[in-house]
């Protein structure tokens, strides 16, 4: 079983909806959990961070973390063009030997205008 | 403006030919790591150094050196490159808190012929 399972898509969206982004991991020491969004030949960039249960909403991000099922989830309201990339979640364990993040393959989105 | 800068951009180089590649962060960060991502298989990382003369292996070491001298610089080296080494190579750095967040390189895309 992989650490960081993401379905890798494409999800496609039309303009104006939600679009729902789920990953899995299978490490219950992870603490803490990230989203990257990824531009097709750029490098990641960082936009949601979410270190406990529930639900934590910037502008049109909100992520979901679920501790007991193993999942955390990325939704986007009101998507737009400018959202098509892949999605990757993240996680780490600090408390392990490697201090390192964790990378799912991430998933691909379109949304279509 | 704080940033990773890695070099070069493209690099094409043919089997067994040593060759160098750069990362410097500005931002005074005391972490620093090596990813490349491959298709299907996501972002892995291959070497980090949690400080100056520090470093230690990720997930996919073999066929890779590393050094860090200087807080600043992180080089990744690859001493007789194979085709199998043909990937996009990030270099990414933070502060060294749990939480922090990763900051990457533009990205280096290698081929190995």
């Known amino acids: 079983q992989k650490e960081v399972e993401q379905n890798s898509g494409p999800l496609s969206v039309p303009e104006g909806a939600i679009a729902s982004l789920n990953c899995t991991y299978s490490d219950r020491g992870s603490q803490s959990f990230f989203w990257y969004r990824q531009y097709s030949g750029k490098s990641p960039e960082l936009i949601m961070s979410?270190?406990?249960?529930g639900d934590k909403e910037d502008g049109r991000f909100t992520a979901q973390l679920n501790k007991a099922s193993q999942y955390v989830s990325l939704l986007i309201r009101d998507s737009q063009p400018s959202d098509s990339a892949t999605y990757l979640c993240a996680l780490s364990n600090y408390g392990g030997a490697t201090n390192k993040l964790i990378f799912g393959t991430g998933t691909l989105l379109a949304v279509q205008p | 403006e704080a940033q990773v800068t890695q070099n070069p951009r493209y690099l094409i180089t043919v089997t067994g030919k040593k060759l160098t590649v750069t990362c410097s962060q500005n931002?005074?960060?005391?972490?620093m790591s090596w990813y490349r991502q491959d298709p299907g298989l996501g972002l892995r990382q291959i070497y980090y150094?949690?400080?100056?003369?520090?470093?230690d292996k990720g997930d996919v070491p073999e066929g890779y050196k590393v050094s860090r001298k200087e807080k600043r610089n992180f080089p990744l080296i690859l001493e007789s490159p194979s085709p199998n080494q043909t990937s996009l190579y990030f270099c990414a750095s933070r502060l060294q808190g749990t939480n922090e967040k990763l900051f990457f390189g533009s990205g280096t895309q290698l081929s190995v012929l």
């Open positions: 150094s949690m400080n100056v003369e520090v470093t």
């Open positions: 931002m005074n960060h005391e972490y």
């Open positions: 979410i270190y406990s249960n």
